[in-house]
């Protein structure tokens, strides 16, 4: 168990782990989704069939018509991937333009729900065993797990999440979908018990998820990795946020630089540190002294140098509030392995 408060960030590299797509991997797998065309001028020969049927149930409610303002919006940000950092980064820029930010979030929704099937931490009902832990225990998941139990017996776990919180930048659901099934087996506990002690745990996600699970809300729900219709992905779309819709959202950011205030460690896993994840982290508060560790894997030796200047300055106005950092060359689950004592107990 966390003896301090501790916040986790965590990016792409984390769900890596789990075989998520990452950079530009996953810009490639929007591109192809969103790259429209038709033979002919009817028959589909590139892009994704269900993002197209998704459009059209779209102008329908709306009662329109002409599909092709989506397709071409759909074929610039393809045709755009391989300049971008990444899809957030490109949303941005046309933020103003609410054709191209439907379009994005349609083609992310529809990358990361397939990215959740396809993943190590995926339900296969066709086995005996639903969730498959062999296949994680190589990931991070299961080296934070062992150090969230480490010393908790099955009568005290009410406070297991006490002192850590998680602000993820990623749009799957792969922390809290993991906890409860590790939690349920680990303690031996009904399913509907585990869900209730992860409901206990706080998750932010400042680009929002591509959905709520179903034991988080009752209505609208969307599974991990759900195999969805067309007409569904228009609103697990909208549940996704664009960098400029989270700088407007001032609740979200208060609970997120609150938990940093009250922090005294932040840990950075599979991060990447961009300049506007960077920004959204930036606190004009000063909070209580900390430690801060991250992982920066591949990481030229002058981009390390930026990005620790970078995490200090976001910190807060006084340098001082950093008693130590360490970035380390680690992959997460390595990374944890390597710092689990000092981050648990300093």
């Known amino acids: 168990m966390f003896e301090r408060p501790t916040v986790f960030i965590v990016g792409a590299g984390a769900s890596r782990e789990a075989r998520f797509p990452m950079g530009a991997e996953l810009k490639g797998t929007i591109a192809n989704k969103l790259d429209i065309q038709h033979q002919d001028g009817y028959s589909l020969s590139k892009?994704?069939?269900?993002?197209?049927?998704?459009?059209?149930?779209?102008?329908?409610?709306?009662?329109?018509?002409?599909?092709?303002?989506?397709?071409?919006?759909?074929?610039?940000?393809?045709?755009?991937?391989?300049?971008?950092?990444?899809?957030?980064?490109?949303?941005?820029?046309?933020?103003?333009?609410?054709?191209?930010?439907?379009?994005?979030?349609?083609?992310?929704?529809?990358?990361?729900?397939?990215?959740?099937?396809?993943?190590?931490?995926?339900?296969?009902?066709?086995?005996?065993?639903?969730?498959?832990?062999?296949?994680?225990?190589?990931?991070?998941?299961?080296?934070?797990?062992?150090?969230?139990?480490?010393?908790?017996?099955?009568?005290?776990?009410?406070?297991?999440?006490?002192?850590?919180?998680?602000?993820?930048?990623?749009?799957?659901?792969?922390?809290?979908?993991?906890?409860?099934?590790?939690?349920?087996?680990?303690?031996?506990?009904?399913?509907?018990?585990?869900?209730?002690?992860?409901?206990?745990?706080?998750?932010?996600?400042?680009?929002?998820?591509?959905?709520?699970?179903?034991?988080?809300?009752?209505?609208?729900?969307?599974?991990?990795?759900?195999?969805?219709?067309?007409?569904e992905l228009p609103v697990i779309a909208e549940q996704i946020r664009t960098f400029t819709e989270r700088v407007e959202n001032d609740a979200m950011l208060a609970r997120m630089h609150r938990l940093l205030i009250e922090a005294e460690v932040v840990v950075y896993l599979g991060f990447s540190y961009g300049d506007m994840n960077m920004e959204l982290l930036s606190l004009d508060e000063r909070g209580v002294q900390r430690s801060v560790f991250g992982t920066s894997f591949g990481l030229s030796a002058p981009n390390k140098t930026a990005i620790e200047r970078d995490i200090v300055n976001s910190m807060g106005p006084e340098r001082a509030v950093v008693e130590s950092l360490e970035l380390a060359d680690l992959k997460c689950a390595d990374f944890l392995s390597a710092y689990w004592k000092p981050i648990m107990r300093g």
């Open 47 to 231: 892009g994704d069939t269900r993002i197209v049927s998704a459009v059209l149930h779209l102008l329908q409610k709306e009662q329109r018509q002409d599909p092709n303002p989506h397709f071409n919006a759909g074929r610039a940000i393809a045709g755009a991937m391989g300049q971008a950092i990444s899809i957030d980064n490109y949303l941005h820029a046309h933020a103003t333009d609410s054709v191209v930010v439907q379009m994005g979030k349609l083609g992310i929704a529809s990358s990361i729900l397939e990215a959740e099937a396809r993943s190590l931490l995926a339900i296969k009902p066709d086995r005996r065993e639903p969730f498959s832990f062999s296949g994680t225990v190589d990931t991070w998941y299961n080296v934070f797990f062992q150090m969230l139990t480490e010393g908790v017996q099955r009568d005290d776990l009410g406070g297991i999440f006490s002192n850590v919180s998680f602000i993820t930048f990623n749009y799957d659901r792969c922390i809290e979908h993991y906890l409860v099934h590790a939690l349920s087996n680990y303690y031996r506990l009904p399913d509907s018990e585990a869900e209730e002690l992860v409901r206990m745990l706080c998750i932010e996600h400042p680009y929002g998820q591509v959905g709520r699970l179903p034991w988080q809300i009752p209505h609208g729900s969307v599974s991990f990795g759900k195999s969805f219709h067309a007409q």
